[in-house]
């Protein structure tokens, strides 16, 4: 059962006006951190213990002799045994009586069980707790409903194997990397069925995920993840920003395609199939007369959450698209919390972020400054779930 809104609202009130603000420590931690410390609250980072030395030791804080942060944005770490430990009787009172508001991201929904994350983890966090599950393409309610009933372009869904008839990628987790991907590209039924086989024997995918794996048309084009804000503190006209957009940086699949179709033929079959383990990101902008579909779509998914999810997606989302030959936008991906690139923007912060508020303006800073915003404003309870 869902965690009623009232309970959550009575932790808030019992919050300080200058909330701490938490993550996991993983994805887009860094980014959440920087940008709590830039707008003058305490960052806090959960770790699991034997990955915790990017936080605990590379990028804390620390101070001078009186007390100035001279570097490091990351002020507290706190290490658990496990991930999903973070959300156990004993950790959830720590968080509270710290008064540390969560900041989800895909590490956090993955390693924490989801309907822990529903129904159990009675601290506030920043953004759509119940939207959080639409990620899940095994769910019956996932992000492809949410897509058709905005009137989103998606690409088509394929029913099986045998109904491949054109290039299709098949999506499914990685076997053993379970925050990755097991993707793979098909043009036909035999060619699933060649591909699946090699990967299921070297261990990138596993049977159950490959059954429950979804099948779609491959829609050919650049991919631009669109990192937007929604803030229920300003009229809803105000309510929709776009703060920037990268791009990832997939193993090994970019090492091939740097290489001359030649050399990618004397490749050993085995290494033929790409896989597609995301290990960084780039930065980009897009072309000025697409940014009125960008906003379009990004307004119809707003819209959309609302109805079905109320009160709808809070905060900070990413809609993974691509662009074909027309300009036209396919959404094939989403993230109903910060994006998996926003680092990329860090400090610095997001290109049409700055143009925004005319000042660095990350995600993680974003976020930030609509914690600062509401809690001045005894407005906290609008922006958690």
């Known amino acids: 059962m869902p965690i009623p809104a009232a309970e959550i609202a009575r932790v808030v009130d019992s919050y300080p006006k200058r909330p701490g603000v938490g993550t996991v420590g993983s994805h887009s931690a860094l980014d959440v951190a920087d940008g709590a410390v830039a707008e003058g609250l305490t960052s806090v980072v959960l770790v699991q213990a034997g990955r915790d030395a990017t936080y605990a030791q590379y990028f804390r804080t620390l101070r001078d002799a009186g007390g100035r942060r001279?570097?490091?944005?990351?002020?507290?770490?706190?290490?658990?045994?496990?991930?999903?430990?973070?959300?156990?009787?004993?950790?959830?009172?720590?968080?509270?009586?710290r008064g540390v508001l969560l900041v989800p991201n895909r590490a956090m929904s993955s390693y924490v069980p989801l309907a822990t994350l529903e129904s159990d983890l009675r601290v506030p966090i920043v953004g759509a707790r119940a939207m959080l599950r639409i990620e899940e393409r095994t769910e019956r309610e996932n992000y492809y409903r949410l897509l058709e009933s905005a009137g989103i372009p998606?690409?088509?869904?394929?029913?099986?194997?045998?109904a491949i008839d054109r290039l299709a990628i098949v999506k499914l987790p990685h076997a053993r990397r379970r925050l990755e991907r097991g993707f793979f590209t098909a043009a036909t039924a035999e060619e699933y069925r060649t591909k699946s086989r090699a990967l299921l024997e070297r261990?990138?995918?596993?049977?159950?995920?490959?059954?429950?794996?979804?099948?779609e048309e491959y829609v050919l084009g650049p991919v631009f993840n669109f990192n937007f804000f929604f803030s229920p503190l300003v009229p809803r006209t105000e309510g929709l920003e776009l703060l920037g957009v990268d791009e990832r940086r997939e193993s090994n699949l970019d090492g091939m395609v740097r290489l001359p179709a030649a050399q990618q033929l004397e490749l050993p079959a085995a290494e033929r199939i790409p896989e597609y383990l995301v290990v960084g990101h780039g930065t980009l902008t897009v072309r000025e007369s697409t940014l009125e579909e960008v906003f379009r779509i990004g307004e119809k998914f707003v819209d959309a959450a609302r109805a079905r999810y109320p009160p709808g997606i809070l905060g900070p989302f990413c809609l993974q698209t691509c662009i074909d030959r027309d300009g036209h936008l396919t959404v094939f991906d989403v993230a109903a919390r910060i994006g998996g690139g926003t680092n990329v923007h860090l400090a610095l912060g997001h290109p049409y972020g700055n143009a925004l508020y005319r000042e660095p303006m990350s995600t993680g800073r974003r976020i930030a400054l609509e914690i600062r915003r509401a809690a001045e404003?005894?407005?906290?309870?609008?922006?958690?779930?």
């Open 377 to 385: 404003d005894g407005r906290l309870k609008e922006i958690v779930t």
């Open 154 to 162: 998606s690409p088509r869904a394929i029913a099986s194997p045998d």
């Open 203 to 215: 261990g990138t995918i596993a049977a159950d995920d490959l059954a429950q794996a979804r099948i």
């Open 70 to 97: 001279r570097r490091g944005c990351v002020d507290e770490v706190w290490t658990y045994p496990k991930f999903a430990d973070l959300a156990s009787p004993e950790s959830q009172e720590r968080l509270r009586q």
